[in-house]
């Protein structure tokens, strides 16, 4: 029978509730450098229902002589007992008095009294991932020279480290997309946005949760098992097929695998927590860190790793893997939905203005549009992991990869960045405002608009330093793995630039999408500061750090689920309503001037005859501005694709428009009678400010003939008309 006094050692990690209480540790781990006492193998289990535990340890002890133990009880930092215990006193083969030697004890398992139980309270059975342990300082019985230190933490097999967490946040965003897809189909432009942006915004604060697991900061269990549910969102999910493929291609390139998950077996595996701080400084850089006793350690990405069940080495791979089936999976689901509508078209299922980008568009720009989207997503976690490879070089041929994708991504997003904020500045130079360029031009909408459409119009320039506070963060991550109080400074910093620029700007396109990402910066901020805290670089007490890391869970946890049913509600609600775009209200620019949504307009055959008889035929020649297409291509396939793109519907709106917004639009034709002659109408000033619509409407100041209406976009071949373009005409480069 065990005494009370070593009973203490049976409670304390949990989480969860189950159907047989248990408390088990799996690691007995030194805490003091050239501990003189250690165990390479050390498994306990306690079984209250059964009152038997369960014993397999293998111990190395160099100590010579009578010791005593000094042993301390703590839970989530509180010192909850403190007790002296004389290894003589109690009944074990080893311990008076300790020898050089080696102890092992076979898989054995010891009856205990039922009351042993009792001295455990209930909530050590079900609270998941407690945060709590046992200390026991070795102290020589003659000098009280402390030989020793050994820590043992435990669990009770319940977590919040759950599947369907996993499944449910990542169908959720998955519904997020498809509805913002499909409503962007059906001609809700305003509803696609708003929906794409808050969408989006979550999937970032889930992989800013999955950051916070890969700092190098030694984390409480609570916090490391919530953080672990979205490591999915960086590309880190297993798949035991893939997995034995990476350590292949690792080894046949020149790199030597990681066998931590086989070393389980008969070694000791310790999730780094503060309490053996004091060896990190002197371990090795790269590879899983093995301590004296034959067990190892793992903190920061290795220890996502090892939780996630896969080899440290094969970390960027599989990153980078499920990356690129991402990229090839949306293209493939692209081609495949213009396919699907185009014959739903051709069928008359659907309405003639449905779904016309993937009816009319280029199908080649739409892919160009999906694949830079889905480097924008894939960004972040890449990016960590490719600065990460640096430092690891686990192979060759996976440090050239990093070198590719890093600084190609990188470039690639700069580019489009560069392309935007040069085509918002030149628009608003010459028309005042940067929505025209930006916002009536389909091609540049479809590749790059996901950059900027969720800002409003003026802050168009916010995606670089968006991609600045990416390139910085990860970083941070990757080359601070080994200094957790750097790292945690640095990303306080980090993180209050973020917030600090998102509350001072407010550059997202409304009230409620600013509302929603300037939260999303103050936990982020929190996070932060609270990783700080565990840091514990001020020696803080220890309650103090233990609450630190509950707060993380319940302030994470709150959150992502109010996020989460706010991007359900969302979603849904949209389905439920006739018009979808009266739900939010309008946004903070006018874009709205050039960048309609589809439901509003009316295209009934009449005004179609309309449209084609104000602008003299149904085959009057157009030519395409080259400097409307962000399209490097000749202006040939530029008219083609502008020609395509614009439907009948939009001509109707253009007839719609002239007749119902005359006041905002001016047109020389009076709204009356649309198709009065021209020279009836002597309407024309010069004083009036540009407008977006001024190449749809001729301008002159004097009586003439006045100029047909033509599209945005499109100017007629009319040489008299080129003249009184002002600066837009071709040559400028848009």
């Known amino acids: 029978m065990i005494p009370r006094p070593w009973v203490v050692l049976a409670p304390l990690l949990a989480l969860g509730a189950s159907a047989e209480r248990v408390l088990r540790s799996n690691s007995l781990d030194t805490c003091q450098e050239g501990s003189s006492l250690y165990a390479s193998m050390f498994n306990v289990v306690y079984t209250p229902d059964t009152n038997r535990i369960g014993v397999r340890v293998d111990a190395i002890s160099a100590v010579d002589g009578n010791v005593t133990l000094d ?112 409503m962007s189909g059906l001609g809700h432009t305003n509803t696609a946005a708003h929906l794409a942006a808050s969408t989006l915004s979550l999937f970032s604060y889930f992989q800013a949760q999955a950051m916070v697991n890969l700092s190098g900061v030694r984390l409480p269990p609570a916090a490391t098992a919530w953080t672990q549910n979205f490591v999915w969102s960086l590309g880190l999910i297993k798949a035991r097929w ?53 067990g190892y350690v793992v903190y920061g990405i290795q220890r996502v790793a090892f939780q996630a069940k896969m080899e440290s080495t094969n970390v960027f791979l599989t990153c980078l893997v499920f990356f690129c089936l991402l990229v090839i999976f949306s293209a493939l689901i692209v081609i495949i939905a213009q396919l699907i509508v185009a014959l739903c078209a051709k069928k008359g299922w659907i309405g003639e203005d449905r779904f016309l980008e993937l009816r009319n568009g280029d199908w080649q720009v739409l892919l160009k549009g999906v694949i830079l989207r889905m480097t924008l997503l894939g960004f972040p976690a890449l990016a960590i992991f490719c600065l990460w490879e640096f430092t690891q070089v686990d192979s060759p041929a996976l440090v050239v990869l990093a070198v590719l994708f890093f600084f190609g991504m990188l470039g690639t997003l700069s580019w489009a960045a560069f392309r935007i904020i040069t085509m918002g500045r030149h628009s608003t130079t010459v028309y005042q405002t940067p929505s025209y360029l930006l916002f009536s031009n389909p091609y540049l909408l479809q590749k790059l608009g996901f950059l900027y459409v969720p800002f409003r119009a003026t802050a168009y320039y916010y995606i670089a330093p968006h991609l600045a506070y990416i390139v910085i963060k990860a970083a941070v991550i990757a080359f601070g793995q080994h200094n957790g109080a750097a790292q945690a400074v640095c990303l306080i910093i980090v993180e209050a630039a973020a917030l600090g620029g ?233």
């Open 242 to 294: 893939m997995q034995n493929i990476f350590t292949w291609f690792q080894r046949s390139t020149g790199g030597e695998a990681a066998v931590l998950l086989d070393s389980v077996r008969h070694a000791s595996v310790h999730v780094m927590k503060r309490a053996i701080d004091p060896i990190v400084n002197t371990l090795t850089k790269r590879a899983n860190i093995q301590l004296e006793s034959g």
């Open 71 to 182: 042993i301390t009880l703590n839970v989530y930092g509180y010192e909850a007992l403190r007790q002296e215990i004389d290894p003589c006193t109690l009944d074990i083969e080893f311990g008076c008095p300790l020898a050089p030697q080696r102890m092992p004890i076979p898989q054995s398992f010891i009856e205990v009294s039922p009351d042993v139980a009792d001295l455990v309270p209930a909530i050590g059975y079900s609270f998941p991932d407690l945060d709590a342990g046992v200390r026991i300082l070795v102290n020589r019985t003659d000098n009280g020279e402390t030989v020793a230190c050994l820590e043992a933490r435990f669990s009770n097999d319940k977590t919040v480290n759950l599947a369907g967490i996993k499944w449910a946040t990542a169908l959720v965003t998955l519904l997020g997309l498809v509805t913002s897809a499909i």
């Open 502 to 734: 998102a509350s001072v700007l407010r550059p997202w396109m409304d009230r409620s999408t600013n509302i929603l990402n300037i939260a999303i910066c103050v936990v982020n901020f929190l996070n932060a500061i609270f990783l700080f805290l565990l840091a514990n670089v001020f020696n803080a007490p220890g309650l103090l750090v233990g609450i630190s890391g509950i707060l993380i869970f319940i302030v994470n946890a709150i959150f992502s689920l109010v996020l989460l049913l706010l991007v359900i509600g969302s979603s849904v609600v949209v389905f439920w309503r006739k018009n979808p775009d009266t739900r939010y209200r309008a946004m903070d620019d006018d874009r709205v001037s050039f960048w309609k949504s589809k439901t509003q307009l009316n295209t009934t055959q009449e005004l179609d005859e309309l449209a084609a008889t104000a602008r003299g035929g149904k085959d009057a020649m157009y030519h395409n501005d080259s400097r409307s297409s962000d399209s490097p291509e000749p202006t040939e396939r530029n008219n083609r694709f502008t020609m395509q793109s614009v439907s009948s519907a939009s001509r109707s709106q253009l007839a719609l428009n002239q007749r119902e917004n005359a006041s905002a639009i001016w047109s020389p034709v009076d709204p009356s009678t649309p198709l009065a002659r021209a020279g009836e109408h002597e309407r024309m000033s010069d004083n009036r400010p540009v407008s977006p619509y001024q190449d749809s409407h001729s301008v002159s100041s004097g009586r003439g003939p006045a100029r047909e209406p033509t599209l945005p976009g499109f100017v007629q071949q009319d040489d008299h008309s080129a003249s009184q373009r002002g600066p837009w005409k071709p040559g400028n480069g848009y």
